[in-house]
C-alpha cells in the first residue's frame, strides 16, 4: 500500500466496528456482514486488501501463507478502540480525510442549502460543515458524534509522533504490500 496513502483493508465478518473506525481515519475499510473467510480473502486479492483477522485458521489459507494476500492478525481481547490503536500502529497509517463510516464511500463536502432537505432543522442552522457520502447519499455534519469521531481523530494523528521518539520495536515490522 502507498506510504502516507490511504490503506486498502478488508475486515473479516467479526470486524465491523473497527471497519468503521478505519474509514472514521480516512482508510478503505472493506467490511460485510456474515461474509465467510474463504470469500473475502478472495476479494481482498481480487481488490488488493490487506486482511485484518483475529481467526488464525484464516491466515493458514494458502493465498495468504504463500503470501499472494498480505494479511494483519488483531490479538485476541483487545477493545474497539485498541484494536484501531494496534492496526494504526502496526500498519503506520496516516489520519487522513474521514469516509463513510456506513459503507466506506467517499465524503464530499456540500453547502447548507444542498443538504437542507436531510438535516434536521436545529443542526442546519447551527453545524457548519456538511458532507454528502458519494456511496449511499447520507449526510454528515458537525454535531455530537462528529465531535467525539474527531476527538479520536486528533489522537492518532498523534500516534506516530510519540512512536517516533520511542526507540523502534523490535520485531515489530508491519506486513506491507510494496
Ligand atoms: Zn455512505
Known amino acids: 500500500m502507498p506510504e502516507n496513502g490511504p490503506a486498502r483493508i478488508a475486515c473479516d465478518a467479526m ?7 478505519l474509514r ?22 481480487r481488490e488488493e486488501r490487506l486482511v485484518i483477522s483475529s481467526d488464525g485458521k484464516l491466515f493458514e489459507r494458502k493465498l495468504i501463507a504463500s503470501g499472494q494476500v498480505a ?53 442546519l442552522v447551527w453545524a457548519r460543515e456538511f458532507y454528502r457520502c458519494s456511496g449511499c447519499r447520507q449526510v454528515f455534519w458537525d454535531g455530537t458524534h462528529w465531535r467525539r469521531i474527531q476527538a479520536v481523530r486528533r489522537r492518532f494523528a498523534q500516534l506516530h509522533e510519540s512512536d517516533a521518539a520511542a526507540p ?9 504490500d510494496e
Not at 472514521?24 to 486479492?45: M, P, Q, S, W
Request: proline residues 8%.
Open 15 to 21: 470486524c465491523g466496528g473497527l471497519a468503521r473506525w
Open 24 to 45: 472514521a481515519l480516512g482508510h478503505d475499510a472493506f467490511y460485510r456482514e456474515g461474509i465467510d473467510d474463504a470469500e473475502l480473502v478472495e476479494l481482498a486479492r
Open 71 to 123: 494479511g494483519l492478525m488483531l490479538p485476541r481481547g483487545l477493545r474497539l478502540l485498541e484494536q484501531v490503536e494496534y492496526v494504526m500502529r502496526r500498519l503506520r497509517l496516516p489520519v487522513l480525510q474521514a469516509r463513510c463510516t456506513q459503507c466506506n464511500g467517499r465524503l464530499v463536502p456540500a453547502t447548507r442549502e444542498e443538504v437542507s432537505a436531510d438535516v434536521p432543522a436545529r443542526s
Open 168 to 176: 523502534p520495536p523490535k520485531g515489530e515490522e508491519p506486513e506491507r
